[in-house]
């Protein structure tokens, strides 16, 4: 597709959530035809065709895999339900590896009716049971980081002081952080964790915090439509090292209204603007 855009777009990723609108199919056929290199996946969006299609069409298509979301959700008020979780947990790990990435983005999960020190023990207990088989199939364990919104229902793990904090417990070069700026941009002391990060960020997502912000979970923004600063922190985690792909992941209801071609014409303009 030619669409007058320029730049380099060598580290642009297409997180599947930010078209949440289009297929696996359509997701990749509109990567290749806006030139975009890499795409990073959702389990859902597997499931939706199988794995082996998958495969199929993302080794015809020529688009590398930046990562794999989403693992984690470990802990759970009984045993079985825990037990649960790790093998879906190594079913992730699994798809990850077959569809040729190195990286599954590990969101860990809820207080799920525990209390929140307690879920905080089956998060660690849950990432070492599975740590071997991933290990086993080249595939890194990126923890990341949700904002303080979602301690509750969706990542027990709020901060990246904490991620970082659980990644050095394991002392593995297979396991990490992933780093999205929705939920990192307003901690004080994020430079001071991402120069922690150095040895193991695995991943890096753009997007923006809009003011308001109606709907903490489905009204992030485009680059450039909200208050933070994408280029600034791109380079603090450039500055350490990382030179990885660039998720752009948005999770917003208008964005997946309007046609896909137009939404990936509008990301490609604002990572030349806001991000690289």
């Given at each position: 597709?030619?669409?007058?855009?320029?730049?380099?777009?060598?580290?642009?990723?297409?997180?599947?959530?930010?078209?949440?609108?289009?297929?696996?199919?359509?997701?990749?056929?509109?990567?290749?035809?806006?030139?975009?290199?890499?795409?990073?996946?959702?389990?859902?969006?597997?499931?939706?065709?199988?794995?082996?299609?998958?495969?199929?069409?993302?080794?015809?298509?020529?688009?590398?895999?930046?990562?794999l979301c989403r693992g984690g959700f470990f802990a759970?008020?009984?045993?079985?339900?825990?037990?649960?979780?790790?093998?879906?947990?190594?079913?992730?790990?699994?798809?990850?590896a077959t569809v040729g990435t190195d990286v599954l983005?590990?969101?860990?999960?809820?207080?799920?009716?525990?209390?929140?020190?307690?879920?905080?023990?089956?998060?660690?207990?849950?990432?070492?049971?599975?740590?071997?088989?991933?290990?086993?199939?080249?595939?890194?364990?990126?923890?990341?980081?949700?904002?303080?919104?979602?301690?509750?229902?969706?990542?027990?793990?709020?901060?990246?002081?904490?991620?970082?904090?659980?990644?050095?417990?394991?002392?593995?070069?297979?396991?990490?952080?992933?780093?999205?700026?929705?939920?990192?941009?307003?901690?004080?002391?994020?430079?001071?964790?991402?120069?922690?990060?150095?040895?193991?960020?695995?991943?890096?997502?753009?997007?923006?915090?809009?003011?308001?912000?109606?709907?903490?979970?489905v009204g992030r923004g485009m680059m450039g439509d909200?208050?933070?600063?994408?280029?600034?922190?791109?380079?603090?985690?450039?500055?350490?090292?990382?030179?990885?792909?660039?998720?752009?992941?948005?999770?917003?209801?208008?964005?997946?209204?309007?046609?896909?071609?137009?939404?990936?014409?509008?990301?490609?303009?604002?990572?030349?603007?806001?991000?690289?």
């Amino acid at each position: 597709m030619t669409d007058g855009i320029s730049g380099d777009l060598s580290r642009l990723s297409l997180n599947q959530k930010t078209v949440e609108q289009w297929d696996m199919r359509q997701a990749i056929d509109g990567c290749v035809r806006h030139e975009i290199p890499w795409i990073a996946l959702w389990r859902d969006k597997i499931e939706g065709i199988g794995l082996d299609e998958t495969t199929r069409l993302l080794r015809d298509s020529g688009l590398k895999v930046s990562s794999l979301c989403r693992g984690g959700f470990f802990a759970a008020p009984t045993a079985d339900e825990r037990a649960a979780a790790i093998e879906d947990n190594r079913k992730a790990i699994h798809e990850a590896a077959t569809v040729g990435t190195d990286v599954l983005v590990m969101v860990n999960g809820g207080m799920n009716g525990c209390r929140i020190q307690e879920a905080r023990a089956m998060v660690r207990d849950g990432i070492a049971e599975i740590l071997p088989y991933a290990e086993e199939r080249g595939v890194k364990i990126g923890i990341e980081p949700l904002h303080p919104a979602f301690a509750a229902d969706r990542a027990v793990t709020a901060s990246l002081e904490e991620a970082n904090d659980l990644a050095e417990h394991f002392s593995s070069p297979w396991v990490g952080v992933v780093i999205d700026i929705y939920h990192v941009w307003w901690d004080a002391y994020v430079q001071r964790e991402i120069k922690r990060a150095r040895p193991h960020t695995f991943g890096f997502h753009v997007n923006d915090w809009l003011v308001p912000n109606t709907n903490v979970l489905v009204g992030r923004g485009m680059m450039g439509d909200g208050v933070v600063d994408n280029r600034e922190l791109r380079g603090w985690v450039d500055a350490e090292g990382y030179d990885g792909p660039v998720e752009v992941e948005i999770f917003n209801e208008e964005v997946w209204s309007r046609d896909g071609d137009a939404v990936l014409d509008q990301m490609k303009e604002r990572y030349l603007a806001h991000v690289v």
